[in-house]
Structure formats: structure tokens, C-alpha cells
């Protein structure tokens, strides 16, 4: 793998702008990169050496019963509890408002003891209805892909391996509906493991998780087939192995994070364009980075062919980017890409020829043509930032605020209703995310503080007939509905890149948008979109297995193909 560049001593990264990256049809483009939070863990993963195994199975010839797997770190030692019970077919869903699964998880910090175990068997199945403790750092569920499962387990059971094209088709036999860490119903705070190397980048013990179950899923396919072919089952191929993930639905609950997180959704977006300037930056790119490069943009052309979906609107994007990835190629084979400055020349042509998904995935591809200039970026992901009203600031320094960062925002005429046709709010069974309409359903009195561009747009109004040198306190005490969009802004103004550039509640705001750019930076893609609001991806599909994390290759698994 190319591992170095050289870079001008002379020029800093010119950065893309929050008004160009943070806008919801880009983010909605966006794929994994070096800096995706499953690429980093399983680079920690090679680089400490740690070793995955199962470390006590006890389940029938059915894969029923539980097991414990544990991650033997350096300095600690992870354990994925797992718990798999026979469930009738009915009860299936992977709606969250299921109460019933296949199979339920707790990740244990530690070697669970017996008692650890029973205490968990009698609280993992029911997820949210249960109890749990300090050592509990993640919950988790999943159900089969029951087609995929019986068509592996029957395979190998008659001593056959399984339709390579349907394992890559669907790529996964386990999806979860849902990893739940960072306090929620009981389970450990994010303030227990901040501190730790290994989860110190957001969402590591999460996919940790994740991780461990895709190791756990593998094993248990080939138990069931064992079961029921004896001496004839075969063990799956691992090639066979590299290509199933873990699958995973996600839907409006996950969307709100973006905006109710802004300094730390400007390390990720900040980071990842930090990233993009400086391999911008690089005047002569060494011989192996350039190969480099053109062995990443053929595999992505194979992997963009490989990936179908029904949903018209990505379908007819995946149809353009396959074009136009092909055009690229006969660009960059008739050498027409200049000696000096390459990746520049690329990032400006697909930016001139192509469309956001081929312009997001060429940011991909040109990150992992230099490591060494992106990976320690790794380490600035996290954020301790505090929101606090400074009220110190004028309403003139609010006035000038808005002008330079919010102007999208300031432009917009929410006197046309289509501007606010929409609002967020809290389902009251589930205590899940939601959107509604808003003047045709009831609710939008109980609205979540999501409508960022019309508070901040009242705001201005607000301001604009005030003495520039009077206190924001004054205005504050006022108008107290306001406090939460001054806080933000202040916030912003030292996290850019941390506010969306678009009206969430415009009755043209696709929330699937949202939910495409944090799966990707959690490393998902092939996504698969079910209706503007929900996804499916797969997460881990391509990794290196449990027994392959010291291989040189580990974290060339980026854009994996079937073929």
C-alpha cells in the first residue's frame, strides 16, 4: 500500500467551504474515507495486535443458546455476550417497535463471570425493558436474513458452498435494528471509556460491537449447518466470508445527531477536508501513490457496478456515476492528468464533468492515495466542547454573525408555507425521532428545536432594529425562545463546518440526506434507500476476519467487490 507523499512546504490546503460541503444534497452523495470510524478501528485492531476468538459457546445444534466473544486488547479485554432464541416468524420486524429478535447482544467491559452471564440472559432479550449496568457498555439486536441464512446453512449442510452472486447481492445473513450505547437505558456513559486510546474516536465500542457480531454470525451459520449435515458440512469459504457484513436498517431516529451535535460534526466534516487539502496540496505525487490511485478507481468501478438498488431516485445516480467513473478512466488513460499537482487536476475535472456522488467518491479515492497525510487526523474526531451562551457578545457581533454564515438562512421567505412545511417531534411510544407535516397533522406545537433556518432567520429579524452595542443578555431575557439559537451561533463561529447549509423543515428536505452522511462516516455504503426517510446498508462487508487483523493488507478493504 502507498504510504507517503510529498507535499508543498510552501502552499497551506485551501479547504472546501461549510457553504459547499454542508449542504444536504452533497452530504447525501457522501461515502466512507480513511477516516470513517470502522476504517479506524480495525486499523487499531492490526496495528496493537489484538486477538478476537470465542471464548465460551454454548449453543444446540440449532445455533440456540449463548456465547461470549471476547477482543483481548493491549490493556483490556471486550466481551460481545450473545444471546440466540428460537423466534416465531410472525414476531419478526425490524421496526423499532419490536419487542422480540433473533438474536440480542450486550458488549461487557471485561470477562463477564457466571453470574454476569445470568444477569444478562435475563435482561439482554428485552433490550430497553431490561436492567443494566456500569459494565454494559452496548446493546444490541438483529434479526436473519432468513432467505440468505437457510440458503447458506442448506448449502453447506448438502457439502456445497452458497451462490457467491446472492451472498454479494445481499451481504449480510445478521442485521442489527439497533446499537445503543453512550448511557441509554442504563447501559455505561460515554464519560466511562472516553479516556480510553481504543475508544477515544466516536462510536469505536459500538462498532466494536458490530464487529464481534459479524465474527459471531460466521460462526453460527456454519454450527447450524454442522447440525443438520454432521461430517458432510463444509466450513464457509473465506472468500465467501470476507464478503457478508452486518446489515443494518436505519431510519429518522438517527438524523437528528447531525444537527444537535455541531462541534463534533465539525471535527468529522473539518477533518475529512483538512484531509482533501493537504492531498490537494501534494506537488509531485511518488510513482506507487499515482498506481495507487488507478488500482482504487478500477475497483470503484467495480464495486459501483455491483450495487442495485430499487429506489428510483439512487438508482438513476448509481446509473450516472458508473458513466461517469468511466469517463474519468479514459481521461486519466489518455494522460491528460498533469505530471505536477495530479490530484488536483482530478478533484477539478470530476468537480467540471461529474455529478456529487462520482465528485464524493473521487474525495475518497484521493484520501487513500496518502495515509501519511491523512491518518493522524484520526485523533481530532472527538469533541469535549461545552454549548454555553456567551453573554458578552453584542447584537451587533449577532448581526454580523448571521450576515457572514447565514445568509441561506437569512434569504429564505418562510412567509411561503412550503418553506415550514414540515416539523420534527419525539413519537411518544418509542420516544423516537419523527417527522410530520404541518399544517395537515397535529403535533407541531411539540416540535424538536431542529427548524435551525427559520429560528435563526426570526433571530435576524429580531436584531435588525436593535442598537448594535446592546447586550445579547438584554435580548436574551426578552426573548427567551431565542436563547438556543444564539447559543448556536456562537458555536458555530468556531465549528463552520458544523452546521447544515439547508432548511430541515422546506417540504423538498430529504432527511435520508442526513442519514447517508453519518452512515458513511461510520464507513457503511452500497446504501440502499426504502423511501426518502430509511436505509439499509452494510456495515463491514470486505473487512479482514477475525484471524486476518495481522495480515499487511488489513486495511485495504475499502470499496469491496464480490467478483
Known amino acids: 500500500m502507498a504510504t507517503d507523499a510529498r507535499a508543498s512546504s510552501t502552499t497551506e490546503p485551501v479547504l472546501r467551504s461549510p457553504g459547499e460541503v454542508m449542504r444536504l444534497a452533497r452530504m447525501g452523495s457522501a461515502f466512507p474515507t480513511r477516516l470513517s470510524f470502522m476504517r479506524i478501528l480495525i486499523r487499531r485492531m492490526h496495528c496493537e495486535g489484538w486477538r478476537i476468538s470465542p471464548r465460551e459457546v454454548e449453543l444446540d445444534k440449532h445455533g440456540f443458546g449463548h456465547a461470549v466473544y471476547e477482543a483481548v486488547t493491549p490493556d483490556r479485554v471486550y466481551s460481545l455476550v450473545a444471546f440466540s432464541n428460537a423466534l416465531d416468524p410472525e414476531r419478526r420486524t425490524d421496526r423499532v417497535i419490536a419487542d422480540a429478535w433473533d438474536t440480542t447482544f450486550t458488549l461487557f467491559d471485561g470477562r463477564p463471570g457466571a453470574d454476569d452471564i445470568e444477569r444478562l440472559r435475563a435482561n439482554t432479550p428485552k433490550q430497553e425493558a431490561g436492567r443494566f449496568e456500569p459494565r454494559d ?31 454479494g447481492r445481499i451481504g449480510y445473513l445478521m442485521r442489527t435494528t439497533a446499537v445503543y450505547g453512550n448511557g441509554k437505558f442504563g447501559i455505561a456513559d460515554r464519560g466511562r471509556i472516553r479516556r480510553r486510546p481504543e475508544l477515544a474516536a466516536p462510536f469505536q465500542a459500538e462498532l466494536l460491537t458490530v464487529y464481534l457480531i459479524r465474527c459471531f454470525t460466521l460462526d453460527l451459520v456454519e454450527r447450524v449447518a454442522r447440525g443438520r449435515g454432521g461430517r458432510d458440512a463444509l466450513p464457509l469459504d473465506r472468500g465467501l466470508k470476507r464478503i457478508l457484513g452486518i446489515g443494518n436498517s436505519t431510519g429518522l431516529g438517527m438524523a437528528p445527531f447531525l444537527v444537535t451535535h455541531p462541534a463534533l460534526i465539525h471535527n468529522w466534516i473539518h477533518a475529512r477536508e483538512l484531509a482533501l487539502g493537504r492531498v490537494l496540496a501534494v506537488e509531485t505525487p511518488a510513482q506507487e501513490n499515482i498506481a495507487r490511485f488507478t488500482v482504487l478507481l478500477a475497483r470503484a468501478v467495480k464495486h459501483v457496478h455491483e450495487w442495485d438498488v430499487d429506489d428510483e431516485i439512487q438508482s438513476a445516480r448509481i446509473k450516472a456515476l458508473r458513466g461517469e467513473l468511466n469517463a474519468l478512466s479514459t481521461w486519466l488513460d489518455e494522460g491528460k492528468a498533469p505530471r505536477r499537482r495530479p490530484w488536483r487536476a482530478i478533484h477539478r475535472w470530476t468537480a467540471d464533468h461529474c455529478g456529487l456522488e462520482a465528485q464524493e467518491l473521487v474525495v475518497s479515492l484521493l484520501l487513500e492515495t496518502c495515509p501519511s497525510l491523512v491518518d493522524s487526523l484520526e485523533d481530532g474526531l472527538s469533541s469535549e466542547f461545552v454549548e454555553e451562551l456567551d453573554t458578552s457578545w453584542t447584537t451587533g457581533q449577532v448581526k454580523r454573525c448571521l450576515e457572514t454564515r447565514y445568509r441561506w438562512a437569512i434569504d429564505t421567505n418562510f412567509d411561503d408555507r412550503a418553506r415550514e412545511a414540515l416539523f420534527w417531534y419525539t413519537s411518544e411510544d418509542k420516544l423516537e425521532p419523527r417527522l410530520g407535516r404541518r399544517f395537515d397533522e397535529p403535533g407541531a406545537e411539540r416540535e424538536m428545536p431542529l427548524a435551525i433556518a427559520r429560528d435563526v ?107
Open 137 to 167: 457498555l452496548v446493546l444490541s439486536r438483529a434479526n436473519k436474513s432468513v432467505r440468505l441464512f437457510e440458503h447458506v446453512c442448506d448449502s453447506l449442510a448438502r457439502g456445497v458452498q452458497p451462490d457467491r452472486a446472492l451472498l
Open 457 to 563: 432567520n426570526t433571530l435576524y429579524r429580531l436584531v435588525a432594529g436593535t442598537r448594535d452595542d446592546e447586550s445579547i443578555a438584554a435580548l436574551a431575557l426578552r426573548h427567551p425562545h431565542m436563547r438556543h439559537v444564539l447559543t448556536r451561533i456562537q458555536t458555530v463561529t468556531g465549528h463552520p463546518y458544523g452546521e447544515i447549509n439547508d432548511n430541515l423543515v422546506d417540504e423538498s428536505c430529504r432527511p435520508i440526506d442526513l442519514l447517508r452522511c453519518k452512515l458513511a462516516y461510520f464507513g457503511a455504503f452500497k446504501f440502499d434507500p426504502r423511501s426518502d426517510r430509511w436505509t439499509r446498508i452494510t456495515l463491514y462487508q470486505g473487512a479482514p476476519l477475525a484471524d486476518e487483523l495481522d495480515l499487511d493488507d488489513a486495511d485495504d478493504w475499502c470499496l469491496a467487490t464480490v467478483g
